[in-house]
C-alpha cells in the first residue's frame, strides 16, 4: 500500500467507527444498553453522561434497568430520557428505571431501515472525501514530480480498490444492522 493512502489509514477506519456509533442508536426491537449511549444526565449542577451516574443492565430481552448509584438524582434520569425522545417511556420503580421496549411495527422498522439507509449514505460520503483528499496528494506530487506517472495511476488504483473496501464493509455493517432490525 502506497504511503498516501497509509497516512489516511487512521481517517479511514475513524469514519468507519463513527458510522458503527452513529446506527447503534437504532434499536432493533431488543433491548440494549447502547441504546442510552450519549444521553446527558444534568446531575450535581452539571451535564453528565448516564452510564457515569448509573449502571446500565439488560435484564430480559425487551427491558433495560437503570440502577442509580445514588437515588436522588433518580428524577433527573428519568427527565434525561424522556427528553432524549428515543421513543420509549421510562418507569420509575423507586430505586431504579425500567424501560420496555414498544414492539416495533412493520411501519417503525421501514422507518428504522430508511434512516440507516441515510446514515450508511453519510458513511460513504466521509469515505469518498478521504478518497478525494488523497487522490489531490497524489496528483501534487506528480505535478511536482515527486513521483512518476505510472507511480500515480498505481497509486490511485490502490486508493480506489481502499475506498471500495471500505464502502464494501460499511454496505455489510448496514446489511448485518437491517436484518436486526427487520428481525421479528
Same mark, same amino acid.
Given at each position: 500500500?502506497?504511503?498516501?493512502?497509509?497516512?489516511?489509514?487512521?481517517?479511514?477506519?475513524?469514519?468507519?467507527?463513527?458510522?458503527?456509533?452513529?446506527?447503534?442508536?437504532?434499536?432493533?426491537?431488543?433491548?440494549?444498553?447502547?441504546?442510552? %449511549?450519549?444521553?446527558?444526565? %444534568?446531575?450535581?449542577? =452539571?451535564? =453528565?453522561?448516564?452510564? /457515569?451516574?448509573?449502571?446500565?443492565?439488560?435484564?430480559?430481552?425487551?427491558?433495560?434497568?437503570?440502577?442509580?448509584? %445514588?437515588?436522588?438524582?433518580?428524577?433527573?434520569?428519568?427527565?434525561?430520557?424522556?427528553?432524549?425522545?428515543? /421513543?420509549?417511556?421510562?418507569?420509575?420503580? /423507586?430505586?431504579?428505571?425500567?424501560?420496555?421496549?414498544?414492539?416495533? =411495527?412493520?411501519?417503525?422498522?421501514?422507518?428504522?431501515?430508511?434512516?440507516?439507509?441515510?446514515?450508511?449514505?453519510?458513511?460513504?460520503?466521509?469515505?469518498?472525501?478521504?478518497?478525494?483528499?488523497?487522490?489531490?496528494?497524489?496528483?501534487?506530487?506528480?505535478?511536482?514530480?515527486?513521483?512518476?506517472?505510472? %507511480?500515480?495511476?498505481?497509486?490511485?488504483?490502490?486508493?480506489?480498490?481502499?475506498?471500495?473496501?471500505?464502502?464494501?464493509?460499511?454496505?455489510?455493517?448496514?446489511?448485518?444492522?437491517?436484518?436486526?432490525?427487520? =428481525?421479528?
Amino acid at each position: 500500500m502506497n504511503k498516501y493512502v497509509q497516512n489516511k489509514k487512521v481517517d479511514f477506519d475513524k469514519a468507519i467507527e463513527f458510522f458503527k456509533k452513529d446506527i447503534s442508536v437504532l434499536r432493533t426491537g431488543r433491548a440494549n444498553p447502547s441504546l442510552l %449511549d450519549g444521553i446527558q444526565v %444534568d446531575a450535581y449542577g =452539571t451535564k =453528565t453522561l448516564l452510564n /457515569g451516574l448509573a449502571s446500565v443492565t439488560v435484564p430480559e430481552p425487551r427491558s433495560i434497568v437503570i440502577a442509580p448509584w %445514588d437515588k436522588s438524582i433518580l428524577k433527573a434520569i428519568e427527565k434525561s430520557i424522556i427528553e432524549a425522545n428515543l /421513543g420509549f417511556n421510562p418507569v420509575n420503580e /423507586g430505586d431504579k428505571i425500567r424501560i420496555s421496549m414498544p414492539i416495533m =411495527t412493520e411501519e417503525n422498522r421501514k422507518e428504522l431501515v430508511k434512516n440507516l439507509n441515510e446514515k450508511m449514505e453519510k458513511g460513504r460520503i466521509s469515505i469518498r472525501k478521504l478518497r478525494d483528499e488523497v487522490k489531490v496528494l497524489i496528483e501534487i506530487a506528480e505535478k511536482n514530480k515527486e513521483i512518476s506517472e505510472d %507511480d500515480k495511476f498505481r497509486f490511485i488504483k490502490e486508493l480506489d480498490e481502499e475506498s471500495a473496501n471500505r464502502n464494501n464493509e460499511i454496505k455489510e455493517i448496514k446489511d448485518k444492522k437491517e436484518k436486526e432490525i427487520m =428481525t421479528i
